[in-house]
């Protein structure tokens, strides 16, 4: 009986997160969408050859030998170019329009927030903080963690805002249905 109260929690807790993540794409989605954004062709490029390098990354670490990614490359490199640049797009879209809403609303992070964060993952991966801080710090990635989070505050201020923006509809909708 306690392990199926313990598996019903969990998918509860799991439906939870996925409808939260739902919620804050679709939020996400609607401002991005509704946002015009120039995008430096540069930007872009470089996010291209970021993405093909991951995947370079990412056959490496399945074994596959880097002459034969170089072959792949090269016989798909168009196909794998726009591909690319339509998520390459969408990303950096999203990036610039976080980072100015953050901007306009002021949302910042404090070290302590880096420092919970940090424990969080730690945990999650069962690494040393000090450790992760460190590799973040050589891989340069420290930066890339804190926007991150920024993101995330950024994304959760915009559900927030869509969230009590839709009661205050609904209950002006109440009001005026009751006085009819």
């Given at each position: 009986a306690?392990?199926?109260?313990?598996?019903?929690q969990?998918?509860?807790?799991?439906?939870?997160?996925?409808l939260?993540?739902?919620?804050?794409?679709?939020?996400l989605?609607?401002?991005?969408?509704?946002?015009?954004?120039?995008?430096p062709?540069?930007?872009?490029e470089?996010?291209?050859?970021?993405?093909?390098?991951?995947l370079?990354?990412?056959?490496?670490?399945?074994?596959?030998?880097?002459?034969e990614?170089?072959?792949y490359?090269?016989?798909?490199k168009?196909?794998?170019h726009?591909?690319?640049?339509?998520?390459?797009?969408e990303a950096?879209?999203?990036?610039?329009?976080?980072?100015q809403?953050?901007?306009?609303?002021?949302?910042?992070?404090?070290?302590e927030d880096v420092?919970q964060?940090?424990?969080?993952l730690?945990n999650?991966?069962?690494?040393?903080?000090?450790?992760?801080?460190?590799a973040?710090?050589?891989?340069?990635e420290?930066?890339?963690?804190?926007a991150g989070l920024?993101?995330?505050r950024?994304?959760?201020?915009?559900?927030?805002k869509?969230?009590?923006?839709k009661?205050?509809t609904?209950?002006?909708s109440?009001n005026?249905?009751?006085?009819?």
């Amino acid at each position: 009986a306690e392990l199926k109260e313990d598996i019903k929690q969990r998918m509860l807790e799991a439906e939870e997160i996925r409808l939260a993540n739902e919620l804050k794409n679709e939020v996400l989605k609607k401002v991005v969408d509704n946002a015009s954004v120039e995008l430096p062709e540069g930007m872009v490029e470089e996010r291209i050859e970021y993405m093909i390098q991951d995947l370079q990354r990412n056959f490496a670490y399945q074994g596959i030998p880097r002459e034969e990614f170089q072959k792949y490359v090269d016989t798909h490199k168009l196909e794998l170019h726009e591909n690319y640049r339509v998520q390459a797009t969408e990303a950096i879209k999203t990036e610039l329009v976080l980072e100015q809403i953050a901007k306009q609303e002021n949302i910042t992070i404090t070290d302590e927030d880096v420092e919970q964060e940090m424990e969080k993952l730690a945990n999650q991966y069962g690494r040393d903080v000090a450790d992760l801080k460190a590799a973040l710090a050589a891989s340069g990635e420290l930066e890339l963690f804190k926007a991150g989070l920024i993101n995330d505050r950024t994304v959760d201020f915009l559900v927030e805002k869509n969230t009590s923006e839709k009661q205050e509809t609904e209950t002006a909708s109440e009001n005026t249905v009751t006085e009819e």
